[in-house]
């Protein structure tokens, strides 16, 4: 996937490339802390997403973890990434999460809901692509980034 975003980065400027597809050092620090934290407060990393991104509701278990509602299969959420890669000027990082496994979400119906999702806020241009090494695991629980640059950045 990277050696894809490596070849429409050189075709078009907007979209990342290999040097881009890493945080910088502040943005990983931010990320390994939270990393570090999630399993002493909540009963998996999912739960965090279903309850910070999704807004689902908690309860509290026997052993003092958080737990979230799950969202109705086939939910999503569009938003910025809480820990954006090095972009370059004029593009954004967002993430599609998906409250299903990956298998219910081929390709075509992930653009086409990501192409909702970017024409609801005015729309653009965006590429996608599954992060190989994913940071929250849940069978029931897909993402994938979403480099977008919104079209008053085309002018």
Known sequence: AVEELEMLNEAYGWVPGRAHVRPNDDVRAQKALL?????TMWASNADWVFHHIF?????????????????PPGSTFFAPNPFPYQVPHGTEHWVLWMASPAEEWPDDVI?????????????????????????????????????????????
């Open 55 to 71: 807004g689902s509701s908690t309860t509290r278990g026997r052993d003092g973890k958080r737990r979230a509602e799950r969202p």
């Open 35 to 39: 990393m570090s934290n999630l399993g």
């Open 111 to 155: 653009t086409k809901t990501i192409a909702a999702e970017v024409d609801e806020r005015g729309g653009g241009q965006f590429v996608w692509y599954p992060n190989p090494k994913m940071s929250i695991g849940d069978p029931n629980l897909h993402h994938v980034q979403t480099f977008w640059r919104p079209a008053a950045a085309d002018c």
